[in-house]
């Protein structure tokens, strides 16, 4: 069954300090398509990036980037240089390639993540 | 830009009323959907529709109904609302495709049953 688990609930920064987010997931099928979106505290989900399981590339968008590893089923994600502006909840998503599915997210459970001055 | 839109950002209901939280989105997706967040439990898919009065259920259908008379509305109904219920409910719509789409996402409801 498919399956998001973001063990890392609740995360405490300073600003200017590294973080890394992680997320581990769980599918049967070959095709999938990882995600990951931030949720302000406006309550609005901003979609970040979309992953498909044959890229491994690592992706780096300004300060923000992303490790995929299939061979640890994981799609972590690392802020830069933190900001205040980078407090939210972050969460990963899976989506299974099909007909079937027709974009059925699975989410994890969010990691909240507080920068402070 | 997409856009998506919740009729209400707060809610306060009582226990036994019929509820009805309206989404609307302006990009012609062909995807619509329902979720409720709840502390530690992250979001979970209620209701989906692919099509106009097409409707499948998510993973937690129960005391919940869906509405779609056209394309870019989306009702979420609550028939008799428990105080269970109590929860922010978020809409999101996508574009026609097969996994591959982000979904857009409303800026929620919180609705609370008292």
């Known amino acids: 069954a498919q399956k998001v688990t973001q063990a890392q609930t609740e995360i405490s920064v300073v600003e200017k300090e590294d973080v890394t987010l992680d997320c581990v997931y769980e599918?049967?099928?070959?095709?999938?398509?990882l995600f990951w979106y931030k949720q302000p505290p406006s309550g609005e989900l901003v979609f970040l990036i979309r992953?498909?399981?044959?890229?491994?590339q690592n992706e780096i968008s300004g300060r923000y980037s992303w490790n995929f590893q299939k061979s640890t089923s994981s799609f972590n994600f690392t802020i830069t240089a933190s900001q205040v502006v980078d407090s939210a909840v972050y969460f990963c998503a899976l989506s299974e390639a099909g007909w079937y599915n027709t974009d059925k997210l699975i989410f994890g459970t969010g990691t909240r993540l507080q920068v402070f001055p | 830009d997409v856009k998506v839109t919740q009729s209400s950002r707060y809610l306060v209901k009582r226990t036994g009323e019929k509820v009805f939280l309206e989404c609307v989105q302006d990009?012609?997706?062909?995807?619509m959907f329902w979720y409720r967040q709840d502390p530690g439990l992250g979001l979970r898919l209620i209701y989906f529709s692919y099509d106009v009065k097409m409707k499948e259920k998510g993973d937690i259908p129960e005391g919940y109904s869906v509405s779609r008379e056209k394309k870019e509305r989306f009702s979420l109904i609550l028939e008799s609302a428990s105080t269970n219920q109590t929860s922010m409910y978020l809409c999101?719509?996508?574009?026609?495709?097969?996994?591959?789409?982000?979904?857009?996402f409303g800026p929620g409801t919180r609705l609370t049953v008292l």
């Open positions: 999101a719509s996508s574009p026609e495709a097969f996994g591959y789409d982000e979904q857009f």
């Open positions: 599918t049967r099928d070959t095709t999938y398509y």
């Open positions: 990009m012609d997706h062909e995807n």
């Open positions: 992953r498909n399981s044959f890229d491994e």
